[in-house]
């Protein structure tokens, strides 16, 4: 458990390093659990692939990423009743097929992650993680071009998003950042513009890798 929080935690700040060194000791540690019942190694397994994945999609590497979506098909690992693993697989598949600059596969599994974050039957037990796939998938949304439908998750964000998330944390800059985005590309610039400037605020008070700061900092300036 604590390594699966540390790896969240890499993904959230882009720590590429982090991930590469810790997501095949999770692996390891999950593989060699005797207390996982038979029937559900499959699914314990293909969760722990889940963190080469992000690996393969902050890589960029189309070659990793066409891997990634062929080891982890979508037939395999995906039971319904294991709802936030299969949302997470979602937006993830999304991210590679991005990479892969296959537009219409990741417009599906964008819009199956949506289906299933609407079909959750007690939200308020799970906002935090509610609000960082919302904001993920206004993100993704954005870059398929389809700022309108982004407009509307963020709007549906903003009733809870900034009451859940730590004004001071990295989720919290992520859902204003991606905010901005959609913002400029509908063509309300004053609005980006507040609203970058305020993830600007945020990111200033992030203890971050300081040339993933650097980065960050660069594309909010932008």
Same mark, same amino acid.
């Given at each position: $458990?604590?390594?699966?929080?540390l ?33 559900? =190694?499959?699914?314990a ?10 690996v ?12 990634w ?12 009743? %294991?709802?936030?693993?299969?949302? =997470? ?12 600059? &296959?537009?219409?596969? @990741?417009?599906?599994c964008?819009?199956r992650?949506?289906m ?16 960082v796939?919302?904001? %993920?998938?206004?993100?993704i ?7 309108? =439908? ?5 709007? $549906? %964000? ?20 991606? $905010?901005?985005?959609?913002? &400029?590309?509908v ?22 890798d300081?040339?993933?700061? %650097?980065?960050? =900092? @660069?594309?909010?300036?932008?």
């Open positions: $458990t604590a390594l699966e929080y790896l969240d935690v890499c993904t959230g700040s882009w720590n590429y390093a982090c991930l590469q060194k810790y997501a095949p000791i999770y692996d390891h540690v999950v593989a060699s659990r005797s207390d996982i019942p038979q029937q559900l =190694r499959r699914s397994a293909f969760h722990a692939a889940y963190y080469f994945g992000v393969a999609w902050m890589s960029g590497q189309k070659e990793l990423a066409l891997t979506l062929k080891d982890v098909p979508e037939s395999v690992g995906e039971e319904p009743w %294991d709802v936030r693993n299969y949302i =997470r697989r979602q937006i993830l598949r999304a991210r590679l097929y991005l990479v892969l600059q &296959q537009n219409d596969d @990741a417009q599906l964008v819009d992650a949506l299933s974050i609407a079909s959750v039957k007690n939200p308020g037990s799970s906002q935090l993680e509610l609000s796939w919302l904001s %993920d998938a206004i993100e949304l954005n870059d398929l071009g389809d700022s309108e =439908r982004a407009l509307g998750l963020v709007q $549906t %964000d903003a009733a809870f998003g900034p009451m859940v998330f730590p004004p001071t944390s990295i989720e919290f800059y992520w859902l204003l950042q991606r $905010t901005a985005g959609v913002l &400029q590309a063509g309300l610039l004053n609005k980006a513009k507040d609203t970058a400037q305020r993830a600007a605020k945020v990111l200033s008070q992030l203890e971050l300081p040339n993933i700061a %650097d980065v960050l =900092r @660069a594309q909010t300036d932008t």
